[in-house]
Structures are given as structure tokens and as C-alpha cells.
């Protein structure tokens, strides 16, 4: 059984990966600010971090947004990738207080979620990859705030939107624990 779920996980972070590349080149929005867009991406990082788990969410986040930053700007960017790396992981442990699986996402299971995606984005995007900016790559202070908080809000947009439809999708295909009941 546990075999069975590493597969699982495997394939969903290679998937999850190969999709955050394509919607990271073809289905975002640039921002006006440089190397800044609303990323569809991150509803699919998401939706792989609840499904999945916080390995799944991490990997997902790390291995895609390292390979659109190289196929798509020619060198990665790590200040970035953990970031996204560390949202992937935040959702995947968020997931545990969600019931998904059992086919509910309700209004607690949405405010659950959006309150740690928002949560995660502050953090990933207002903290930790600009400061990593700075440390890393010796970026000015006021270009690289301003693209991580430009960054964090179209993400919180994108998930809170895209990323919570896409849950609630997934939530409507399970079946409701408890809802079947046994014929005399």
C-alpha cells in the first residue's frame, strides 16, 4: 500500500511539474513589473498540494518553477523556486485540516484553505524571496519588495479563485463519507 502511494506521489509532482511549466509560459498575465505575472500555475500547485500532500507541494513547487525559470528565462532563479517550493509545502500540510478526500469543502474547508494559502503566500512572496533576493543576489531592496508583493497578491487572487474551483471540483467527485447507507 505504501509503494502504491509513492508511485502516486511521484507521478503527481512530475505532472504537477509539466503543468506549472505549460500555464507558467502560455497561461499567464504579466503584471507591468518586470519578471512579475498572474500565474495560473499556482491553482495547479495548489490543487497537487491538497490532493497530495507537503512532499508532493514542495516538489511540485520546486521542480516546476525551476524549470520554467530555466526554459523560459534561461538560468533559475532559487530566491523564487524556494518560494514557490515553500507554498507547495504550507498547502500540503494545510491539507490535513481539509476533508477533500471525503468529499467535503464547505465554507469552513474554504476559508481553511484560502486562510493558509494567504498565509503562505505572505510569507513565500512578502518575506522569504525577496530577502533571498537581496541575500543571494545582491538586488536592490525596493525592485525586489515591490515584485514579491505584486507576486504574492496575483497569487492569492489565483489560488483563492482558480485554486479553490479547482478543489471544490475535485471535493464533488468523491463521495460524501457516511452517505451510503446499506438496503434491508
Wanted: a positive charge; one cysteine or more.
Amino acid at each position: 500500500m505504501k509503494k502504491t502511494h509513492s508511485i502516486k506521489t511521484v507521478v503527481a509532482i512530475g505532472i504537477g511539474a509539466a503543468i506549472f511549466v505549460v500555464l507558467s509560459r502560455f497561461a499567464s498575465i504579466p503584471s507591468g513589473i518586470p519578471n512579475t505575472s498572474l500565474e495560473t500555475a499556482y491553482a495547479v500547485l495548489a490543487l497537487i498540494a491538497v490532493l497530495y500532500g507537503p512532499l508532493a507541494g514542495f516538489a511540485t513547487g520546486f521542480i516546476g518553477h525551476f524549470l520554467k525559470d530555466v526554459l523560459i528565462f534561461g538560468s533559475p532563479w532559487f530566491s523564487w523556486i524556494i518560494a514557490s517550493a515553500m507554498i507547495g509545502l504550507v498547502l500540503g500540510l494545510a491539507s490535513r485540516l481539509l476533508k477533500i478526500e471525503d468529499g467535503y469543502f464547505g465554507l469552513k474547508e474554504l476559508i481553511l484553505f484560502n486562510g493558509a494559502q494567504i498565509m503562505a503566500n505572505i510569507v513565500g512572496w512578502f518575506l522569504v524571496a525577496p530577502t533571498l533576493d537581496v541575500l543571494i543576489y545582491a538586488e536592490p531592496l525596493d525592485k525586489v519588495y515591490l515584485q514579491g508583493m505584486v507576486a504574492g497578491c496575483a497569487n492569492m487572487i489565483t489560488v483563492g479563485i482558480l485554486g479553490s474551483l479547482l478543489v471544490n471540483a475535485y471535493a464533488k467527485t468523491r463521495v460524501k463519507k457516511g452517505s451510503l447507507t446499506m438496503e434491508d
